[in-house]
């Protein structure tokens, strides 16, 4: 609970400072940011997602799945095709023969076929379903490094602004003692130089901010951002088949071996039945005889055909076999090194806290010796910076556990 509370401080600390600097130093460019206490990290996430550039191409996939769909419930496979013939000597002997026919042609589906087309249809529309579920989750973790540049961008603004203070009442401090003659005028040029190195330090942690602002806005089109945006540690600990990457690679695989299956039979060609009328006559003297046509046309051999169609999508199939694999091999690793990192963030984090517990303890001891004339000027700037960089390195080792739990998440496919 202890640490709960503490890193909630910490966070709320980061993101509430705000952009203003010591006078004269503000950068004239600004991208306003302001932190929502009631916006959550999934309100962000959807906010991103509906402006995806991507959203087109997953409409696309929605929209095929559907047409799929109902061409497997389809009664024939293809269009049906209307035939009109008209036979006559007019042009040649002028005898009157004449002969009319037509006739409606409808295909049939092949045995499985009909099973294969309504299949696919059900692959096409699982398939778009584990395309949203997949860009979900990649745009979260687009999300997820966004808000965290942020968080450390605004922390080392903070402590830039801390420092900078720090030393300009280093500078009149010394600037009194100089007056009162405890100390030379060197000292009073070394304070004021260290202030105009922590000055350079504070433009350009206000510049790197900036940037990271920009950047989430251009990603969310947000100018809003949530006050806490921490995650609990998932309790998966497996790359397992469930995970929206890996959900999407499997059904391309099951869609790709359904087409193969469906190409090979379509590449038979298709039975076909005729059903139409026929009247005719001899010469102009005879009646007209009418009669009913039926017929049946049966495609044979083409096993040439039947392979070519075959074997370039099993290739295609093949090929989305091999990226599942390969994207499960990837998934495994980038689980190992996040796992491996939260380990060491963890570690440093203990480390990096009694690092600047001690840091500060020394520079108590030193700011008291400075003042009793015990201590020279640089030495205190050297215990100084010494006890910045702790104090810096202990604040963003809280966030960077904090940024590792998240990463975490994202590797095993967890949503925020």
């Known amino acids: 609970m202890k640490i709960q509370l503490r890193l909630a401080a910490l966070l709320l600390a980061c993101l509430s400072a705000t952009g203003a600097t010591a006078a004269g130093l503000q950068i004239p460019h600004s991208d306003p940011l302001a932190v ?25 996939l929605h929209a095929e799945a559907q047409a799929l769909q109902s061409r497997g419930q389809s009664l024939v496979p293809e269009p049906l095709t209307l035939a009109a013939d008209i036979l006559s000597d007019a042009p040649l002997d002028e005898r009157g023969a004449l002969e009319m026919q037509a006739g409606l ?5 092949r045995a499985g076929e009909k099973a294969a087309a309504a299949g696919l249809g059900g692959d096409a529309a699982h398939l778009a379903g584990s395309a949203d579920d997949a860009l979900r989750l990649t745009t979260a973790g687009a999300v997820r490094e966004q808000l965290w540049d942020i968080a450390l961008m605004r922390l080392r603004h903070q402590l830039a602004l801390s420092n900078l203070a720090d030393a300009q009442a280093l500078v009149d401090s010394v600037r009194l003692r100089v007056r009162l003659g405890d100390l030379a005028k060197a000292d009073l040029l070394l304070a004021q130089s260290s202030r105009l190195q922590q000055q350079d330090r504070l433009i350009q942690a206000e510049a790197e901010l900036m940037h990271a602002r920009k950047a989430y806005t251009v990603l969310t089109g947000l100018t809003l951002i949530p006050a806490d945006f921490s995650e609990p540690l998932a309790t998966v600990t497996t790359v397992s088949d469930t995970h929206p990457l890996l959900q999407e690679a499997s059904a391309k695989v099951t869609r790709s071996q359904r087409e193969t299956r469906l190409a090979g039979l379509a590449a038979k060609g298709r039975p076909v039945i005729s059903v139409g009328v026929r009247r005719d006559r001899g010469s102009s003297r005879e009646a007209y005889a009418d009669s ?37 091999r990837e998934l495994e690793q980038q689980l190992h090194e996040a796992a491996h990192q939260l380990e060491i963030s963890q570690a440093q984090r203990r480390l990096a806290s009694k690092r600047d517990a001690i840091s500060q303890q020394q520079l108590q001891m030193s700011e008291l010796a400075f003042a009793q004339n015990e201590l020279d000027l640089i030495d205190l700037l050297k215990l100084r910076t010494e006890a910045r960089q702790a104090s810096r390195a202990n604040k963003e080792a809280e966030l960077s556990y904090q940024r590792a739990i998240v990463r975490y998440n994202q590797a095993v496919g967890v949503m925020p």
């Open 292 to 328: 009913l046509a039926l017929g049946l046309r049966l495609p044979f051999g083409g096993g040439a055909t039947v392979d070519a169609a075959h074997a370039g999508l099993a290739r295609e199939a093949a090929s989305a076999l091999a990226e599942r694999e390969q994207l499960r």
């Open 36 to 60: 929502d206490d009631t916006l959550s990290t999934g309100d962000v996430l959807r906010a991103t997602l509906a402006r995806h550039p991507l959203q087109v191409y997953q409409e696309a």
């Open 105 to 109: 042609e409808i295909p049939l589906w």
